[in-house]
């Protein structure tokens, strides 16, 4: 079964700073790999999404995460850090293996942002 | 292009009554899903329809059931309310098949369900 963890409950960045989210996964097979983001009081957002052809997968609002297979990670990374960018930041994993197309989440990661 | 559409945004129930709750998928999306998110206990699977049919639950009570039209539209039940069903419930879209632009999720602004 697939599983994903994400490190670190809560990160905090000053405005500017680097951003890293951290995301590892467990699958049985090649995985799709996914990251949401969740602002407050709304429904999850499609950052960016894994594809075969490139490790690094680059998203919206200048969010980036690098594929590494040996490490079985999925980092997500932005090199200046905006106080918009504070929300929650889901890492998933698509259950392709059993064919069911089901997602399995991590717990999420909020990243706070200080000016 | 609209995106998925829930209603109602929120939803105050008190314990042992019934809950409904709407979805509407992207236009041409034949497959709902349905994700509860409760504090503490992150995004849960739920309920998978596609072509009008269940294809899979997750680890939840059969109280918790649902349906899908033939618009694709879906409708989330939940009977004998709990306290502990108090939590924001997803319903995301994709379109048909397997592989990683068929495998996408995007996700409606939730269902705020209260139980007192």
């Known amino acids: 079964a697939q599983s994903v963890t994400q490190l670190g409950s809560h990160v905090s960045v000053s405005e500017g700073a680097l951003v890293l989210l951290r995301c590892n996964y467990s699958?049985?097979?090649?995985?799709?790999l996914f990251w949401y983001v969740q602002y407050p009081n709304q429904g999850l957002q499609l950052l960016l999404k894994?594809?075969?052809?490139?490790?690094l997968v680059k998203g919206i609002n200048g969010f980036e995460a690098e594929f590494k297979k040996s490490e079985t990670s999925f980092h997500l990374t932005k090199p200046s850090a905006h106080m918009s960018d504070a929300a929650e930041y889901f890492c998933a994993v698509s259950d392709r293996g059993t064919g069911y197309s089901t997602l399995t989440f991590g717990k999420g990661t909020m990243l706070l942002v200080s000016p | 292009e609209a995106g998925v559409t829930q209603s109602p945004t929120h939803l105050i129930k008190t314990r042992g009554q019934q809950a409904t709750l709407r979805c509407s998928p992207i236009s041409g999306h034949t497959s709902v899903y349905w994700y509860q998110q409760a504090l503490g206990l992150g995004l849960q699977f739920l309920l998978w329809y596609d072509e009008g049919e269940e294809r899979n639950r997750g680890n939840f009570p059969p109280r918790f059931s649902g349906r899908q039209f033939p618009n694709y539209s879906s409708e989330l039940n939940v009977n004998a309310l709990e306290l502990e069903d108090s939590a924001l419930y997803l319903c995301?879209?994709?379109?048909?098949?397997?592989?990683?632009?068929?495998?996408?999720?995007?996700f409606g602004p939730g269902t705020r369900l209260t139980v007192l």
């Open positions: 894994y594809t075969s052809a490139a490790t």
């Open positions: 995301a879209s994709k379109v048909r098949g397997q592989g990683l632009d068929t495998d996408t999720q995007y």
């Open positions: 699958s049985s097979v090649p995985p799709y």
